[in-house]
């Protein structure tokens, strides 16, 4: 009995080992959003958590106010634990993936999803997918410019990077 106890014991760091630690729902306080947006911003507001497979998808939804503009940005991460590629992750995105130059994680910009298109960056580390998209009206006019796309995209671009 001492033995397969002592055993059991010896396996617990290792196993410890094999999974990487869970994203917090809402991985930013609302100062890191709020210094790479320069704009008021609320703390985040947990969303969906939803586990299938072994996958666990979960977003946080933060206000950003930036003079009269009022939307959201949405942090949402996809857990794939150990077995998890960025090849699988970003397979099923819609539009086009184009990465972005030097980026040590592979970030890549969302464009062409027709009238869904929004600032959005994915990237992928340790297991994780992470998608960075700003919903609602970010713009001044009817209908978003190219430079307004791009001027958010650089701004998710330089929040902090997670896991």
Request: with cysteine.
């Amino acid at each position: 009995m001492f033995i397969r106890t002592a055993s059991w014991l010896l396996l617990l760091p290792v196993t410890g080992l094999a999974q990487s630690s869970p994203v917090p729902v809402c991985p930013f306080t609302a100062a890191q959003v709020s210094a790479a947006f320069g704009a008021k911003v609320s703390e985040g507001q947990p969303g969906r958590t939803d586990k299938f497979g072994g996958i666990t998808m979960q977003d946080c939804r933060y206000q950003v106010k930036a003079g009269r503009l009022d939307f959201t940005l949405m942090v949402q991460t996809t857990h794939y634990g150990q077995n998890g590629t960025a090849e699988e992750h970003f397979r099923m995105m819609a539009g086009k993936l184009m990465p972005v130059p030097g980026d040590k994680d592979g970030a890549r910009v969302q464009t062409a999803q027709g009238d869904m298109t929004t600032p959005a960056v994915h990237y992928f580390r340790q297991g994780v997918g992470v998608q960075l998209r700003i919903l609602g009206v970010y713009y001044e006019g009817m209908k978003a410019t190219e430079s307004e796309l791009a001027a958010w995209q650089k701004k998710l671009l330089a929040l902090p990077r997670i896991p």
